[in-house]
């Protein structure tokens, strides 16, 4: 939903990460909407039951050896084609206790290979604004699967060439026993498609994201052998990467990883060689138009070379808004989540040509949104530049340190990373203008979320499969909007000092594993030392609603009820007419909560107080004015007036 | 006419235009309200909505209506904005229409008294009216008040029609200007600058309305009531040096007036009384300012046309050749 209010403003929706642009387009569209009526949730019910037992972990936490996936990559570059000749020797390293005489590989790029293919049929060839060109598609080929020791082919012979997941069979003899290691001889042709949904071409511009065979996951005893979905990421092992990139001598290139050195071919080309450990994917872009600045910054204690890549076109003026959001991102969510562990982090911004290419994150490298120039630096205004890079910065915690399954539960990442957004966002900017500060145009970005959230995502479980949403729509304004809520609601509830630490209790347990919702209920109950069931079962698990309102006071009673069917704790704050403050607890558990003010002298009465409760759909029936004044509501009469006077008078020409 | 004279004709004839913005304004204004009372009568937060985070509060207000259906509070308020609002607004494009020919008249009949005047708008008074015209505009400048008003209103319901279709044609004109520059400033913007792509599209819109101003001027100065006609006319008006220059000079004021409208500052304590008279004031001020500044810019106009005459001696006979 990150996206209509932006659209206004910014002139473009172009926040990648479906968070922006969502949020443009449900502010067009509520124009057309006042008319929808949602069925009514109020009903005073008990709590709904847990929908399903608490899934169990799947193995110890601890410190894990990272390696399990591990690539020598290899990549030519031919800019007539836009084809990528690969070769690859893949290590897998069998940490799970089961024994596997086979292995699975997932072909990403067969997504884009016509108008027909699953992915195709579910996004109807569209994707965050932009639509697939079928005349410049996207593949990839295996030419050879060998195991590297024997030379024995392990390719299957019948390939379905549009499918995205594939299974190679080991020889019984080559079953990968507990603790073995497998190692593989690979050779592949990527097709980059048109830029499209991450990854692509556009003119001599290259965004290479999932553009080489992958080993899938196993985890909790089955691989995962989900074909990609048009509503899904991706969900990887972590391992040790070397790449070797060959590319015209023109191109200016970056890529996830340390640099390491560049070798001049005679035949015209560059070959650019990069590294890194536990990472778990790599992504590369190259273009001649490039320009390159880099930056060490301190973060969290640690010191990180950022290097941005930027078109030449866009303003050296602009630089900064990214270097500074990518400081304080690193070291506010190094402060809270634990330190980025790696030394590098690459900033991409795509030019505009290739927007579909933007706003993605990969492991050291994340490529964000360039912004729109606009008369007296108002740009600046529209935080766009920042969302989008914060958002992006905090996947590196989610999933590419603490590697969640992002088409299963997407909402771990994708509410974390907005939750994480959220947070580094107000210690930049005042909150009520995080998102927009325009003059009086000022818009917080914890109001796009609820926006987002009244409007599509309440009651809709945050655990579910992406492809499992009804609608895009849905999908996104649950795990963007209802996922980082549910995340600000727990933090407000229970404390904010005692979830940042249970969170880094989270992250510490869990970092290079794949934890799921039910392993972070965990942590957090640990970590605050609370049982939070009663939160996660109806709220993330279940359909739960949240919902109070008070519903009738006078000067000497005021009534509370509870509508929603999650008995949710909440303060309520009362104020008498000497001014005098009190507050209140209710644990929510009865339909009805009625306050006596003997003295006759209650003047107002508030429920949550401090906006804890950002899950429930309804928040502007919390208070009530006993003895209301019409003074608020008449200057407010007053300022519409002067509105539409200015407007009558500005819209008679001449 | 002296220039503080000139000044208190003009404010008296800005107040039927401000009255009429208020009247008009008043409709969609008092039924959204009440609309919002219906919705927000003992809420607390019905008095943040004039504050700094008006628009975040505003946001959760429409998403929550939304969310919640056809509430008697959401539909007037809709009704307000999407219906009475736009009909408000033909309604001030008609008002205007009939104000214009009144308040060109009376200003024609100041120049011609006063040390201002131009000499081909006295030159034009001494000729015999052409069909339709106003002529010398002799009612507006008899000395009883009851004769000047219904001078005045004889005036306005004289240029009402082609002012009108003046009008109609004017925001058509203006509006493909609009789009017209939106798309150069757009295409030029990454050459030249934000900056100065942005100022070549005000210049090029504050000098459109100027032309349509012009043209109003012309209608009522030279007694013509073809549209078409006027607006060659205005274009040979404001296409002069001089008018380009005093129409950018005089969109400076307009465009920071429709600012100051849009971008009010958010009183200390909308709560209490004097909150309440702060904007109320404001407000007003504003919304009356602005009605002076179109009949400032109509006085503009008029002298632009008779100094266009002044240099092109035969006055009105050596535009109609064009």
Known sequence: MIRLILAWVSGRCRRRDEGVTRA???FC????LTSATVPAAAQVTAPAPPASPLPSASSTPGRADVDIASYDLNAHWDPVTNQIAGTAKITYRNETGDTLPEIWLKLYLNAFRDAQTQWMRESAGSHRGTSFDPDRPGWITLDRVRLEDTGEDVLPASIDPAATVLRVPLPAARAVAPGQSLRLDVAWTSQLPRV??????????????????KLAVYDRGAWDTEPWHA?????????????????????VTGATGTRDGTVNNPDGTTTHRFWADSVSDVAWTAWPEYRMVSRPVHA???????????PRSMST??????FVAAQRALDQLGTWFGPYPWPKLTLVVPPSVADGAGGMEYPMLVTLTEPNPAPFGLERGVREVEVVT??????????????TNEGREAWLDEGFADYATMRVLAQMYPTDRTFLDLGPLRLGYEGIQRSQYILESVGEPLVKPSWEYDSFLAYASAVYAKGSLTFLSLERTVGEERFLAAMRGYFDQWRWRHPTTADLQRSLEAGTGSELAWFFQPLVFGTGTVEYRVSAATPRRATIERIGNVPYPVAVALTYDDGRTERIAWDGTGPMLTIDAPDGNLRRVQVDPDDAMLLEANMLDDGREVQPSPVPLLAVAARLLGLVQAALLAGVVG | MTVRGLIGRTLRLALPLYLTTLLLGAIPTTVAMYGLWLLAGDRPWRGDLLGPGWLNLAVEVLLTAVRGGGSAGTALIWLALSLLLPLALLAQVVAYSFLAGGILEALRGDALRGPLAGEALRRDASRTPMPGAAGTGAGVLSGSPTAARAAFLRACRRWFWPSFRLS????????????????????????????????????????????IEATRAVMVADGQRSVGTALWRGLRVAARPLSLVAWLLLALPSSALLLAAIMPPAPSDAASVGGLLTVLLYGQGVAFLGAWTRVVRLTVALRLVAGARVRQPGGAAAFSGG
């Not at chain 1, 499209?196 to 065979?213: E, L, S």
């Not at chain 1, 990421?233 to 023109?250: C, H, I, K, Q």
């Not at chain 2, 939106?182 to 459109?208: R, T």
């Open chain 1, 231 to 251: 509503a899904s990421e991706f969900f990887a092992d972590f391992g040790a990467y070397t790449l070797a990139l060959n590319v015209p001598s023109s191109y």
């Open chain 1, 300 to 310: 969290a204690g640690h010191t990180v070379e950022l290097e941005l890549l930027a």
């Open chain 1, 29 to 32: 569209l509520l124009l057309v």
């Open chain 1, 24 to 26: 443009a387009a449900l």
């Open chain 1, 317 to 322: 003026g602009q630089d900064e808004r990214f």
């Open chain 2, 168 to 211: 109609l044609l004017g925001a058509s004109i203006f509006l493909t200007a609009l789009v017209a520059g939106s798309v150069v400033a757009a295409l030029v913007g990454g050459l030249v600058g934000p900056n100065v792509a942005f100022a070549l599209q005000f210049i090029m819109q504050a000098l459109v309305w100027g032309w």
């Open chain 1, 196 to 213: 499209f949904a991450r990854t692509g071409v556009a003119g001599d511009f290259v965004m290479a994201g999932q553009w080489y065979p």
């Open chain 1, 390 to 403: 914060i958002h992006e910065i905090a996947h590196q915690w989610v999933p590419l340190q603490v590697a």
